[in-house]
């Protein structure tokens, strides 16, 4: 499927994490949160990249069309500021700006699974559901998404959950949409409650559920925030290791730092921003490297710092 646009859901305030800096903007391992998501939506070859954000954030994102939220009065009302920039499209892929560890391949399941939808919803299924939006069903069909604050003490029961990624069918999203109501215990206009709606219109609606639960953890807060820069540091440190590095944890790595093969980084070594580490070099322990270009074969002694030094 080609003819889709994807739609980042990135105006929202985060206010657990009680910070002046938008949730999603918000840096891990030297880039901001939604720009993961960015780079794996982008190789999925969308016809535009949309962002919504709130009023006065213009990101220094390459490649993304930003669209102004004016107000935040929820996910739905978000994605109809986006919708000018979407009447070139068939689909859209909407995914929040707070889930860092999605994949492209996880992603592709969700398009493939789409074929002739109105609606799919990506889900997981979990035994502690906790605070997620529950997937209402009748026997395989999709009837609505209840919002836990609103939901039932049986339907609290349901363990398939909503990860908040959806793909749609445009015409009939935007149809749906038009009948949105605040009528909730947040007094907001719920993306979830087009599900219904769309239902309700005979709309065809199907799940697809996640492999690896982990891939759809959402950052409400900044213990949330640790755990996930603990999972991408891991993803980092392993590709470095694939590719000739020796690296002896725990260690600190950006995801823009360069390491040539045959290096070895010692214990509590921290190296940020885009540093660059030339071949055969001894990094540590106990070193801080900052936005410096360090040459082939040089040993760094350790508790040493290096800033901005290229």
Known sequence: MNNFSVVILAAGKGKRFHSKIPKVFHKICGRTMVSYIVDTVRK???HRIIMVVPMNMKPDIVGVDFVTQEEPRGTGDALISAKPALEDVEHILVLPGDVPLITTSTLNSLIKKHNDNSCTILTMVLEDPAYYGRIIKNKKEVVKIVEFRDASTEQREIK?????IFMF????LFESLKELTPENAQKEYYLTDVVGIMKGKGCKIETFIVENNIEVTGINDRSALSYVTGTIEKRIIKEHQLRGVTINEPVAIDYDVKIGRDTVIYPFTALYGKTIIGEGCT??????????????????????????KR
Do not use: C, Y
């Not at 398939?160 to 908040?164: F, I, K, Y």
């Not at 069918?169 to 009939?172: D, I, K």
């Open 44 to 46: 999925l070859n969308p």
């Open 160 to 164: 398939e959950v909503n990860t908040a």
């Open 169 to 172: 069918n445009r015409l009939e």
């Open 283 to 308: 990094i540590g322990p106990n070193v801080v490297i900052i936005e410096s270009s360090i040459p082939q074969g040089i040993v760094i002694k350790p508790f040493t710092s290096i800033i901005n």
